[in-house]
T-cell receptor, first 113, second 117 residues
Framework: DQQVKQNSPSLSVQEGRISILNCDYTNSMFDYFLWYKKYPAEGPTFLISISSIKDKNEDGRFTVFLNKSAKHLSLHIVPSQPGDSAVYFCAASPRLYGQNFVFGPGTRLSVLP | EAQVTQNPRYLITVTGKKLTVTCSQNMNHEYMSWYRQDPGLGLRQIYYSMNVEVTDKGDVPEGYKVSRKEKRNFPLILESPSPNQTSLYFC????????????????FGSGTQLSVL
């Protein structure tokens, strides 16, 4: 049973509009969440993270929102650019309980010019 | 340049023939880990290591071995590969800092595409 779910395998958005990628988790021990971005033929690269003590974290065009009661987080990209086209992985960690990351299956984002 | 280097990038082998995928990092990271990526399943952790001579199983360790004799290297060993181990493999490393930055950023290698016939 997947502990981290990304229910949209793919998403297409027009350039300049907002992209919203969603992630749900089931393990209440998770207290640290990250988003990674992956281009073809490359390894994933870190994008943004959020701790469970916060409900929002921003870094430029990227904002992550965390709703602990719903066990849900989302990544907002505003405005979306063609270079944002990639696979986005959500990851969660029970940081206080040891060293492990659990990744979701990924969402492929296509930003159309 | 800070990086995680995996070799080879592509590998085709046959069932039962032992193989090793190497991983090396030049960032003096304590933590290293192996993942496999399969369609619809995301990245699943195989093994991880918190430091030299300290390794532990991840979520899918069956059929794999690892060793951590030196801080920079973390090879993945398939003693008797089987077709269900055909996958895209990633090695990753991270520092074990303190507080809010603890293990915030995993640095990944470029991947090894393994096909077991």
């Amino acid at each position: 049973d997947q502990q981290v779910k990304q229910n949209s395998p793919s998403l297409s958005v027009q350039e300049g509009r907002i992209s919203i990628l969603n992630c749900d988790y089931t393990n209440s021990m998770f207290d640290y969440f990250l988003w990674y971005k992956k281009y073809p033929a490359e390894g994933p690269t870190f994008l943004i993270s959020i701790s469970s003590i916060k409900d929002k974290n921003e870094d430029g065009r990227f904002t992550v929102f965390l709703n602990k009661s719903a066990k849900h987080l989302s990544l907002h990209i505003v405005p979306s650019q063609p270079g944002d086209s990639a696979v986005y992985f959500c990851a969660a960690s029970p940081r206080l309980y040891g060293q492990n990351f659990v990744f979701g299956p990924g969402t492929r984002l296509s930003v159309l010019p | 340049e800070a990086q995680v280097t995996q070799n080879p990038r592509y590998l085709i082998t046959v069932t039962g023939k032992k193989l090793t995928v190497t991983c090396s990092q030049n960032m003096n990271h304590e933590y290293m880990s192996w993942y496999r990526q399969d369609p619809g399943l995301g990245l699943r952790q195989i093994y991880y290591s918190m430091n030299v001579e300290v390794t532990d199983k991840g979520d899918v360790p069956e059929g794999y071995k690892v060793s951590r004799k030196e801080k920079r290297n973390f090879p993945l060993i398939l003693e008797s590969p089987s077709p269900n181990q055909t996958s895209l493999y990633f090695c990753a490393s991270s520092s074990l800092g303190q507080g809010a930055t603890w293990n915030e950023k995993l640095f990944f290698g470029s991947g090894t595409q393994l096909s077991v016939l």
